[in-house]
């Protein structure tokens, strides 16, 4: 696979010039097969009579109806069918945390679904190690596919000159907040982490919820943690030089980060209970108007423009923390992918199927106010379409990308990555030294490092 630096610049570079061109959408594949049993050549009637019926188990993550790709996913699928009466999808809609939980024992048996989900990177490395995937270079080639997806974002998931997923998104994170609970607040978009923390005390002083976070899902605390270490760091590439043995988790940048974390936790920013708290739970409540402000990434835009907040909710990026960093550098999100199971009974049919939902899901996700943060390009007029302010917002700030760091599970070892999720996780529940902390994380990387 390509470095992690040069892969980083290629999805920073794909991020700024994020494209506006057409892709087309897939005529419909068979995808059928003929009963052989017959001693004679059959009609062509005869045939279409003989289609095996065939299932094709289909594991997701957009359980949550409210969210666009929800709908998008069920039409693409009903699309299908309707063209190929003979395959039925058979969909498995988990939350993350619940579908990476489920996927690790499924690979464990070698009973992976037919189209599954994996994340990029450090994250899929174990399973394509374990021969559990399928190539897809062949089915990229088909119908155009390869061209739809914006350049350099396949190299995450590319393992010895193969491609083993296709992503759904190519994200960076921001700051969502609703304008009118600012307003009631008397609160200004803060330009400091200081600020934020601010903020945060007069948010709760005028009993307004601070921030929203599913915490249960511990990768989202993670993913915050990780844009206040990209500032304390002074830029990215903190956990490559652990890799490289030029810094430990006890450097100063990494302590500052869990020290500047804490100051948030201990200021009231998040949900009591928050780790009780799913993805879907917590984001639920930003987009009811319960929460003034949400971390997430650009993923997350299209179920806010469709909920009760829209046209309420701006957004910001993340700000210099003690007065370092670039807030020009984001936390960069290549997506969760579409994986194909090496062992699924009908490798050529699920192919085919998920070259038609590929080429298929950049058109749906724009009609449905979904294709914000995709992972290919797009054809049409975002405000023709009336994509709101708030995407337009997120959408300028693709353009302003400078470069920036990935999820830290998407960059270390399981194992270490793990260890990291629950100490960062534990944060929302007790303070800690963050010299602790920093010794929990070495300690993980000492023990599962290779």
């Known amino acids: 696979m390509v470095t992690k630096y040069k892969a980083l610049s290629v999805v920073a570079a ?242 500052e980060a869990v020290s500047s974390f804490q100051d948030l936790v201990q200021a009231g920013a998040f949900q009591e209970g928050a780790t009780s708290f799913d993805y879907n739970a917590g984001e639920n409540l930003f987009k009811t108007g319960k929460a003034a402000m949400y971390f997430m990434g650009s993923w997350a835009t299209g179920g806010i423009e469709t909920s009760s907040v829209n046209g309420k909710v701006g957004v910001f990026k993340f700000p210099t923390v003690n007065g370092k960093g670039n807030p020009d550098e984001f936390m960069l999100a290549p997506g969760s992918a579409f994986a194909v199971s090496a062992n699924s009974k009908h490798l050529k049919e699920t192919k085919d199927f998920l070259n038609y939902f590929m080429l298929n899901f950049p058109k749906e996700a724009f009609a449905v106010k979904g294709a914000v943060g995709i992972a290919q390009k797009v054809d049409g007029d975002f405000k023709a379409a009336g994509y709101s302010d708030m995407a337009m917002e997120v959408l300028g700030l693709f353009k302003q990308v400078k470069g920036g760091d990935l999820a830290f599970d998407n960059t270390m070892n399981p194992g270490t990555a793990q260890g990291h999720l629950t100490s960062i996780q534990n944060l929302f529940v007790q303070k800690k030294d963050p010299a602790e902390v920093g010794k929990e994380h070495q300690t993980a990387y000492e023990t599962n490092k290779k």
């Open 14 to 255: 794909s991020l700024m010039a994020i494209s506006l061109t057409a892709c087309g959408a897939g005529g419909s594949t068979s995808g059928s097969t003929t009963d052989t049993k017959a001693t004679a050549a059959p009609t062509a009637t005869a045939q279409a009579k003989k289609q095996e019926n065939i299932t094709i188990t289909f594991q997701n993550i957009y359980p949550d109806p409210t969210d666009p790709k929800n709908g998008m996913l069920k039409k693409i699928v009903n699309d299908y069918q309707t063209k190929n009466p003979n395959i039925k999808i058979e969909l498995d809609s988990l939350n993350t945390d619940q579908q990476k939980l489920k996927l690790k024992t499924q690979a464990a048996s070698k009973e992976v679904p037919d189209i599954t989900i994996v994340n990029p990177a450090a994250q899929m490395k174990p399973f394509v190690d374990a021969g559990l995937f399928a190539p897809l270079n062949d089915m990229v080639d088909q119908n155009g596919l390869k061209g739809t997806f914006q350049e350099g974002i396949l190299n995450w998931y590319t393992f010895n000159n193969n491609i083993y997923a296709l992503p759904d998104g190519n994200n960076i994170a921001v700051v969502y907040y609703n304008k009118d609970l600012f307003k009631q607040a008397g609160v200004e978009v803060p330009k400091t982490f200081e600020e934020m923390v601010t903020a945060v005390k007069t948010l709760k002083g005028k009993g307004i919820q601070p921030m929203a976070i599913g915490e249960k899902d511990s990768w989202t605390g993670s993913f915050l943690f990780m844009n206040v270490l990209l500032r304390t760091n002074g830029g990215p590439g903190f956990l490559q030089a652990v890799v490289d043995g030029k810094k430990t988790f006890a450097d100063p940048a990494f302590t």
